[in-house]
């Protein structure tokens, strides 16, 4: 959910020799954090500075990924090849020319990070082993999940016409690739970390898939609208079926009591989701107050943002967005600061954001 509220961003550079050898390179991604998620730079400095370091280039990596799918002018078997180019450089610790060329003339922040895409990798290389290794399989298998959804979807859509997922089922499976897979790399890396114990950490690889996908659906309900824009739709064509509507009229007024069944279903599985986050925070041990505030700014984002959208007669106007306001965003951060030390608390302003909207 990128949010306006860069400024609320609390942040601890890295002691330098912590980037040994890439101190421009890490400036550069530091720089460019903001520019790509306004939302991930708020939080990011919550962290350690080691965690927050390599959680920053994780991050950075996946936006590579995702900005190669994304991309509306590159052919899907070049979409194909430049992911598993870019999987490749990971793992044999080299460049990435072919991402670099792709991009060479940037037509926005996400493309002007693919095309210096090799600055981030160096700054990955440079990390410890440790975090190299609990980064790694996770970036790989979203790189492999673009390329699945790229061929699936992107081949197949139509100059003009609607296109969208096919199935509830497709909707998971890409919601898992681009957040479900960012859920996992973090509970690698808070692992590492702070050396969870046992319990604690199959506690939060349990819920790992959860988190994420429940930010990522949260995203998809408040950019339907905007989604549709551009010719497509993350809401499946057989959940429209199922609700006795077709996908085309979703945004129809004339189909508003239909509609509103579809989104208030996504909702609710948005909401099961973001419950099982919770989780995931109160897992946290406590004297981890810093990763406890980087998970739960989120999510309380987030829930915070599906009440909104729930209660929004506009919520599929496209002439409208749904966004929680610069009060609300400074209002949630100052709260989670004093709530993350308790797990009560922590449900306590939960169920109240919940319920308020």
């Known amino acids: 959910m990128d949010l306006d509220h860069s400024e609320a961003r609390q942040h601890a550079r890295p002691p330098a020799d912590t980037v040994a050898g890439c101190e421009a390179d890490y400036q550069f991604c530091e720089e460019q954090l903001p520019r790509v998620s306004r939302t991930f730079a708020a939080c990011i400095g919550f962290l350690p500075p080691a965690l ?7 991050y950075l990596l996946c936006r590579i990924a995702d900005t190669v799918e994304d991309s509306p ?10 992911l598993a180019a ?3 450089s990971l793992t044999e610790g080299e460049d990435c020319p072919a991402v670099q060329a792709a991009f060479a003339d940037p037509q926005n ?6 095309r210096e895409c090799d600055r981030v990798l160096r700054c990955y290389r440079a990390l410890p082993a ?3 290794a609990a980064i790694l399989p996770w970036v790989s298998e979203m790189c492999d999940g ?11 859509a139509q100059h003009n016409q609607l296109s969208a997922l096919e199935s509830e089922s497709d909707l998971e499976r890409y919601c898992y690739y681009v957040a479900g897979t960012v859920g996992h790399l973090l509970t690698e890396l808070f692992h590492q970390h702070h050396g969870l114990s046992e319990s604690e950490y199959d506690a939060l690889k349990g819920l790992s898939t959860s988190f994420g996908l429940g930010l ?12 549709r824009q551009r010719n497509w739709s993350f809401v499946p064509r057989q959940l429209c079926l199922q609700h006795g509507l077709e996908l085309e009229h979703l945004l129809d007024p004339a189909y508003s009591h239909a509609s509103g069944q579809v989104m ?12 099982d986050a919770l989780r995931y925070c109160t897992h946290l041990p406590h004297r981890q107050y810093r990763i406890r505030l980087f998970c739960l700014t989120p999510l309380y984002f987030a829930i915070r943002t599906l009440r909104q959208a729930a209660n929004d007669p506009q919520l599929l106007d496209p002439k409208h967005k749904v966004k929680i306001s610069r009060r609300q965003v400074y209002r949630t951060i100052c709260a989670t600061h004093a709530v993350a030390p308790s797990n009560r608390l922590i449900r306590q302003y939960y169920q109240h954001l919940a319920a308020r909207g």
């Open 130 to 132: 440790e975090q190299q």
């Open 146 to 156: 673009m390329a699945w959804f790229s061929e699936t979807y992107n081949g197949s």
């Open 86 to 88: 870019f999987k490749m």
């Open 216 to 227: 990522q659906l949260t995203n998809i309900i408040k950019d339907i609208a905007d989604d």
């Open 52 to 58: 927050e370091r390599a959680v920053l280039l994780a």
């Open 264 to 275: 208030n279903y996504l909702i609710e599985k948005a909401q099961r989701h973001l419950d």
């Open 109 to 114: 922040t996400d493309e002007v990070m693919s």
């Open 73 to 82: 002018t590159l052919p899907v078997e070049d979409k194909r090849d430049l």
